[in-house]
């Protein structure tokens, strides 16, 4: 399977930076012999103006969370109809920093991610554990449980790993540790959704950077990256880009 670099700009950018960085990226692109899929996920604001700089591109917009509702009352929302209506493919659901801010459970999870693809688009769902899960050896019962409980029946997205205390650390968790994790959320898809849980992509996610993705990218059953800083800059994301070109 082709691999996917994600880019998560959480809440960064403005109008004239993020269009200099997309142009970058594209023009990196352009200069590969081949290349991955790319996806970038800029926050609401940018989205409109960004998706028709980014046709013939190669690269496919993604957005960081959708509402469970298709519309209504839910002030400051944003439904996954308005998303693919300005020419989104993708969204981030149940980022840890979504479930921290904003108290998501994996149950409001799993309806925005029956929400996104019932607009047609393609639903991300972070999974991950905490440091204190990890040290108290919880690990593979807390991922077993968000895997369960944050994907609807019938889940045909993506599955991004992101253990919380690797986010923004600067490291990376080890590859061992990535390799295990892979193994079991791969168990855990193929319990829960049998010969379709083989297919799920799985992304790993935290601190990924030029320089450890050639070394996470090729571990058995990763399908790609979700990158956070990284992605802001084209001189940090085209690297990761690039480590994924012959995977
Ligand atoms: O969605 C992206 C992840 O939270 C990783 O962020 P990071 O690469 O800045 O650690």
């Known amino acids: 399977m082709m691999q ?6 959480k809440m960064n950018g403005l109008g ?5 960085l997309v142009t970058e990226v594209a023009q990196g692109l352009a200069a590969m012999p081949s290349a991955p899929q790319v996806v970038v996920c800029p926050p609401f604001t940018l989205l409109a103006q960004l998706a028709p700089m980014l046709k013939g591109t190669g690269i496919l917009l993604g957005a960081q969370d959708c509402h469970q509702a298709a519309s209504g009352a839910h002030t400051g929302d944003i439904s996954a109809a308005m998303l693919a209506d300005v020419g989104v493919e993708y969204v981030i659901l149940g980022h840890s920093e979504r479930r921290r801010d904003h108290g998501e ?16 688009l393609t639903p991300i769902v972070c999974v991950g ?3 204190d899960q990890r040290a108290s050896g919880e690990c593979r019962d807390a991922i077993g449980w968000q ?4 994907l609807p029946d019938g889940f045909s997205g ?6 919380i205390w690797a986010i923004g ?17 791969r168990a855990e898809l193929v319990r829960q959704f049998g010969a379709t849980g083989k297919t799920i992509r ?14 996470i990218l090729p571990i058995a059953e990763v399908g790609g990256a979700l990158v956070g800083s990284a992605s802001l800059r084209a001189e940090t994301f085209l690297p990761i880009v690039r480590a994924a070109v012959d995977l």
Do not use: C, H
């Open 147 to 150: 895997i369960k409980g944050s």
């Open 105 to 120: 459970l994996d149950e409001t999870v799993r309806e925005k991610a029956t929400a996104a693809a019932a607009a047609g």
């Open 4 to 9: 996917m670099i994600v880019g998560n700009w």
């Open 158 to 163: 993506i599955v991004a790993y992101e253990p």
């Open 16 to 20: 004239a930076s993020s269009r200099d």
């Open 169 to 185: 650390s600067g490291v990376p968790a080890s590859s061992q540790d990535i390799a295990d994790m892979m193994a079991f959320i």
């Open 202 to 215: 799985i992304l790993y996610g935290g601190s990924v950077n030029a320089r450890d993705a050639a070394t």
């Open 129 to 131: 554990e905490s440091e």
